[in-house]
Structures are given as C-alpha cells and as structure tokens.
C-alpha cells in the first residue's frame, strides 16, 4: 500500500510575508533577503511571532511599510525592526515595523536631503553652547562618566550638500509633550517605557527632517507610519497646532520684544531658506507663548511666504 505524502502548508504568517512580495517591486530592496531577515526576527522572538500568528494581516502590512520606506530589516544596520506592539491595552498586539532615528537619517542621506547627521542627548553635567540653526553648537562632555546627570534635551547635527550644517535643538520638556501625548505611555507600556533614551532621539530627528529640503514620499511615509500607524506622539502635536483665527490681532513691532523679535527672525530666515514654512509655525508655536506675539510672529511668516511665493511667480514668468 502506498501512502499519497502529506503536503504541508506554509503558516499563515509565513504567507503573509510572501504575499507582500510584489510590493517590494522599485523599492530598493531585495525581497528575499528581506524575507530572511522579516524571518529571523520572527523566530529569534517567541512573543512577535504568536503575535505574527494570531495576526498575520498586521504582519503582511508591515512588510508592506518596509518596501514603503525601502528600509533593510537587516539587524546589524539597526535601521528598522518588526515589533509587537498594542496601542491600547484592551486591543489585541499588532506586528509594527519600528524605524529608528538611525532609519530616518538613512532616508534623508539616500535622498539627497543631506550627507550625514548625528542625534545627541545634553545632560545636566555636560558643558552645551547653543549657536543657532546654521552652526555647530559646542558640547563638551565625558562620554565614559557614569553621572552626566539628568537630561535636558538634545539636538540634531545634518550637514547640507551645499556644506552648510542645520542644527535642531529640543528641550526635554518639549520631548516630554511628545510622550505625553502617547496612548500607550499613558497606560504605562510603550517605547516611551522601555526605550526612553531611544524614542527622545527619534523625537530629535523627526522634528529636524522637517527642515531638511528635498523633502520625499518615502521621509513622509515613515514619519506617518511612526506618529498615526505606531502612535509615537508627535501627529497629535501637529493638529495641536494654534490657529491663526484663535488669536489676538497682531501687535505693531515696537510692542513685540526684541528677544521674540529675533527669534522670529531666525525662524523665518531659516523657513525661507529650507522652505519649510509649516515647521516654521510649529517651532513658533513650541518658543512663544504670549497669543499676542504668537500673532505678530505668524503675521510675519505669512508676510514671507507671500513674497517667496510672488518672487517664484516672477521667475516662471519671466523664464
């Protein structure tokens, strides 16, 4: 008597990372070696796996978010991961890919936006002199001291192709807003819980990308995926953002400081240089805190980006 081999069907998950395979088409990715790599996590992670198992369609829009981004999973480039994570803790886990501000940065270098960064945190310990927007500020520290103190904030350091650096400085209480804001922090789980140091860097880049020009679909993407997909924060500080009708009528100059005065300025200067007007009035909004001045200080980059717009205009035309 013979017996007729019994065929095994691959598991669900596993046909979940397979049938993302076509998405991987023009993302720069090799999607068998992503396969591995989605594979080997998998496995190496008894938790994410039941996860994978008890929710593969989580799993397959994962890798899906992987070609998105065209992020390596590969674990010795620390660029991107899968993870199980769960919002709201009466919600069942979902399979997440986490990016890094390591993976963010890789974007912005293979795009063009700029050659290199570098996130850093300040702590009370550390000798730090902030320089503005446009040089390297001077931070003196000793990076063996097992007490450096608690932090205060952090800063982003990108060099342009031009040459020129762009410097993003966040303070811990701005960092703090950000986690606040974290569904799951609130409930006591999260990033926010178990890798704190992690996510106030990722905080760091997240808000200087917005100031790196060339801005593409694929920074866009992964920022989507990590504030509205990963509830990370910082997409509910965006629609926080104040509206110009809840203000006060703008004050003439003379009744702004002079301190708020060249604030402004430098935030105006720097949003036409990168053309990045809405980072610009989320900065605003996070430095100035009297309405009357907030004001005066949109009132003046709408003033800019109304004549950046007009000089642009003047140029198709005249080309």
Same mark, same amino acid.
């Given at each position: 008597?013979?017996?007729?081999?019994?065929?095994?069907?691959?598991? @669900?998950?596993?046909?979940?990372?397979? #049938?993302?395979?076509?998405?991987?088409?023009?993302?720069?990715?090799?999607?068998?070696?992503?396969?591995?790599?989605?594979?080997?996590?998998?496995?190496?992670?008894?938790?994410?796996?039941?996860?994978?198992?008890? /929710?593969? #369609?989580?799993?397959?829009?994962?890798?899906?978010?992987?070609?998105?981004?065209?992020?390596?999973?590969?674990?010795? @480039?620390?660029?991107?991961?899968?993870?199980?994570?769960?919002?709201?803790? /009466?919600?069942?886990?979902?399979?997440?890919?986490?990016?890094?501000?390591?993976?963010?940065?890789?974007?912005?270098?293979?795009?063009?936006?700029?050659?290199?960064?570098?996130?850093?945190?300040?702590?009370?310990?550390?000798?730090?002199?902030?320089?503005?927007?446009?040089?390297?500020?001077?931070?003196?520290?000793?990076?063996?001291?097992?007490?450096?103190? &608690?932090?205060?904030?952090?800063?982003?350091?990108?060099?342009?192709?031009?040459?020129?650096?762009?410097?993003?400085?966040?303070?811990?209480?701005?960092?703090?807003?950000?986690?606040?804001?974290?569904?799951?922090?609130?409930?006591?789980?999260?990033?926010?819980?178990?890798? &704190?140091?992690?996510?106030?860097?990722?905080?760091?880049?997240?808000?200087?990308?917005?100031?790196?020009?060339?801005?593409?679909?694929?920074?866009?993407?992964?920022? @989507?995926?990590?504030?509205?997909? /990963?509830?990370?924060?910082?997409?509910?500080?965006?629609?926080?953002?104040?509206?110009?009708?809840?203000?006060?009528?703008?004050?003439?100059?003379?009744?702004?400081?002079?301190?708020?005065?060249?604030?402004?300025?430098?935030?105006?200067?720097?949003?036409?240089?990168? /053309?990045?007007?809405?980072?610009?009035?989320?900065?605003?909004? #996070?430095?100035?805190?009297?309405?009357?001045?907030?004001?005066?200080?949109?009132?003046?980059?709408?003033?800019?980006?109304?004549?950046?717009?007009?000089?642009?205009?003047?140029?198709?035309?005249?080309?």
């Amino acid at each position: 008597m013979t017996h007729t081999p019994q065929v095994v069907k691959p598991a @669900q998950w596993h046909q979940a990372i397979e #049938s993302s395979k076509e998405k991987f088409s023009g993302s720069g990715l090799d999607f068998k070696q992503e396969q591995i790599f989605a594979t080997q996590q998998l496995m190496n992670n008894s938790y994410l796996l039941d996860v994978a198992k008890n /929710n593969p #369609s989580s799993l397959r829009l994962a890798m899906y978010n992987v070609a998105a981004v065209g992020l390596t999973l590969n674990p010795n @480039q620390g660029l991107a991961y899968l993870v199980p994570r769960r919002l709201r803790r /009466n919600e069942d886990a979902k399979v997440m890919l986490d990016i890094s501000y390591r993976g963010l940065i890789a974007i912005g270098v293979e795009t063009g936006a700029i050659r290199w960064a570098k996130a850093e945190l300040v702590y009370e310990n550390d000798e730090f002199t902030y320089k503005g927007p446009a040089d390297k500020p001077d931070h003196k520290c000793d990076p063996f001291s097992t007490d450096r103190g &608690a932090i205060r904030g952090g800063y982003c350091l990108a060099e342009l192709p031009s040459g020129g650096v762009l410097v993003e400085a966040m303070s811990k209480a701005d960092m703090d807003k950000i986690r606040d804001v974290s569904e799951a922090f609130k409930k006591g789980f999260g990033p926010w819980v178990d890798w &704190a140091e992690q996510m106030m860097l990722k905080s760091i880049v997240k808000r200087a990308s917005k100031w790196w020009p060339m801005s593409t679909p694929r920074m866009a993407r992964a920022l @989507q995926i990590l504030n509205e997909e /990963n509830g990370e924060g910082l997409a509910v500080l965006a629609n926080n953002v104040v509206s110009p009708a809840a203000l006060p009528a703008p004050p003439p100059r003379d009744e702004v400081s002079i301190a708020v005065q060249n604030t402004v300025k430098q935030l105006v200067d720097r949003a036409v240089q990168q /053309n990045a007007f809405e980072a610009c009035k989320e900065v605003m909004e #996070s430095r100035i805190k009297q309405p009357a001045e907030l004001a005066w200080a949109f009132d003046e980059l709408e003033k800019a980006r109304t004549e950046c717009n007009s000089d642009l205009s003047d140029q198709a035309v005249n080309s």
